[in-house]
């Protein structure tokens, strides 16, 4: 796993997000989420509210979006709870972005499944286009980093960007992803192969043939 | 009460118990790291790990694990011993190597269960994990390589402090224990997150490279910082004591001690009076025993004499000046200097007498004007167990941030004659109601309309006495014990205008109002009492002599000497003895066997340890009112209540950058 790191907290980190607070339809929203909670228990609302509050940050950047320090402690006072448990949370989930980020968060998974299927490939691709691990492009627009298996090894290769994933990548097909998202495009998300859906088999059947048509008892066979 | 079978004894066990706590009761030691018996379980050093049946067949942590019915536990066994020696292994896959450089070196858990439980060599080539240092206060020195993820500190930082401010950031090999933001730990029971630490991680930045644990000669002693007598053990090499560390005792301090308490130590070498010093023409000069005396002598008070004695000393010291006064004639004896003049004519009424552990179980508390966390903070702790079993509790005061959800009822004690119908439904419907009056409820008068409270409220009953007084100095059960109340309080000291005002290190008092006595002073820092004495007689601390304490509950409590006391400083009891001698009286005893044993036949409370019976509380006097605001709590810097904590420069630090923000530029390393 990449080494995450808070962004130190400085006097123009104040400046800019001190004065953060939910945009009015977030606020609503804010409600609805700690009302799923018994009174009292309000701090169970932590992860859904620190998600809300990176995704009015990233609205507000157009970026994927992350959590800075007052960010983080404006959740905290909402919540009612010490500032250091919300810390803990944002810091323990890969998914809160605890550092700036750019507009598109590549997540590339090189677990075995992808690894073995070409993951290697879609790195380099993406190495191709400019990006860097752990690093954003200068224009603010990717940022690639290298995750574990994000359980989507029956269409590996995958990438996760932002809140969609791509699966069943070519280097090629990455490229045109990269292209696309650049562009301002939404590429197709989901298995990138011609004819597959989801997660079914890709092609012919190569095994439990005998159950295309009816059920079948494979019991006695073993 | 379950029936477990530990290495093939059969033993019976609480109903509730663990599996680690059934192999103690068992007599086999399970090492653990993280487990600790006062705090939540966490179940994540894995050390603790024993073989059980029924159950996977896999080694279980028994830490986390409840002993049930029929249980058959192995601490003995092939799988235990190399679950063990695997544990260890990957403990110290990122543990450094530094055992002589660090301070917890001798006294360290991983160190010793490596030794007794590890295999011996590492198998591990690869680098190690090395973690930045966190900025905790001026307190607590980090190693955070050193850290093994046990999360005690963070553990006892929420659920016995109260204060949320340790906590694991990130995760897995990169998860870090750190204050948010790297701010300091600036609560009032920081540094017990030291004694904690099982490792070198978070250890006492003011002891830093000061000894090894070996060399150091440990005495058993009672906390001077405060009214609770904390049990403590002083570790001294040489002639210097340099560190103070809690002992356990459930019934007082569990095993915690206040910061005031421990980091006061670097105040017993400084500022220290090491020779007799006497007035002339306005100045101090150093002077010799046999001048001082003579000084002494000169005064020739006659039975003008008053004795005032500090918040430090102990009854031995104080029984003898005593003796003193009363071989010369006089019984002007006071000891709450700050002029309270609360009655003492029944001591169950200034006593503390739900007792330290007691308060646990109250259901429903008043605190009336008392800042708890300043004045005995470890009482807080136990008030927080109460709030947790589900007590209410109702603050009469300013406001404060007690750590657990209190009411706060406004600052005018009018309202104890007209409580809120949440109070009194609350105190109705209660079956443990505790009141708890401080100091600053004594200084407006309260006492009467406490002790009214508790008639109304029912507060003494079968099994329970819920009527508290909470002092703040630890010399002040045992100096009522011994007499040392006036009705009019120091008020009538003054009045007296005696010639010789002798002070048992009484720095708090406002000697401008003795301006025409002669002030003997015996104490043993240059503080206050020092700059106003006409003779200074250098006086032993409290660890430098054996001594009785009585704590605000009331228990008699016996400290023992660590170490001489400097220069030419002796122990006060010979001090009076000698100026017995000086002005020709005889107050009956040449040795401090003979001392104590004539304060028991006096005060037989003295001489049993434990709780002292104060009897029956007595009967609210007739129309008891209380009025008056209470503008403010007399601890006014929590850090710097008496004269060893104002010489200690740790607690001058901690004052000058917790309480008033001033910051210190870090010394590279």
New interface residues.
Partial sequence: ?A??F?EP?SPELRARWGAFAWTAENAEQAKVIVGRYPAGRQRSAVMPLLDLAQRQVGAELNTQGWLP?PVMEYVAKYLDM????V??VA??YTMYNIAPIGRFHVQVCGTTPCMLRGSDDIMAACKGKGLKKGHTTADGMFTLTEVECMGNCASAPMVQINDDNYEDLTAADMERILDELAAGKQPKTGTQLPGRHTVEPAGALSNLTAMVDANHDYRGEW | MPKVKVDGVELEVPAGATVLQACELAGKEIPRFCYHERLSIAGNCRMCLVEVKPGPPKPQASCALPATEGQEIRTDSEMVKKAREGVMEFLLINHPLDCPICDQGGECDLQDQSVAYGRGASRYHENKRAVTEKYMGPLIKTTMTRCIHCTRCVRFSEEVAGVDEIGALYRGETMQISTYLEKAAAHELSANVIDLCPVGALTSRPYAFEARPWELKKTLSIDVSDALGSNIRLDSRGREVLRILPRVNDDVNEEWLSDRGRYMVDGLTRRRLDKPWLRRDGKLVAATWAEAFEAVAKINPGSSVAVIAGDLVDCETMFAAKKLGGALGSTLLEGRQTGLAYDTSNLAAVNFNSTLAGIEDADAVLIVGSMIRDEAPLLNTRLRKAVKKGAKVFVVGPQWDPTYPATFLGDDLAVLGNLPAEVSDAFGAAQKPAIILGGAALGKGALGAGLAFAEQFNLVREGWNGFNVIHMASSRMGGLMLGYAQKGGIGDLVAAKPKMVISLGADEVDFTKFADSMIVHIGHHGDKAAHAADVILPAAAFSEKDGTYVNTEGRVQYAEKAVFAPGDAREDWTILRAMADALGVSVGFDSFEQLRAAMVAEVPALGVEGLADYGALPAAPSGAKAEGVIAGYPIKDRYLTNAIARSSPTLQRCSAELLHGESFAEAAE
């Fill in positions: 796993m080494d995450r808070i907290d320090i010490p500032v250091i448990r810390v803990e810091t323990f």
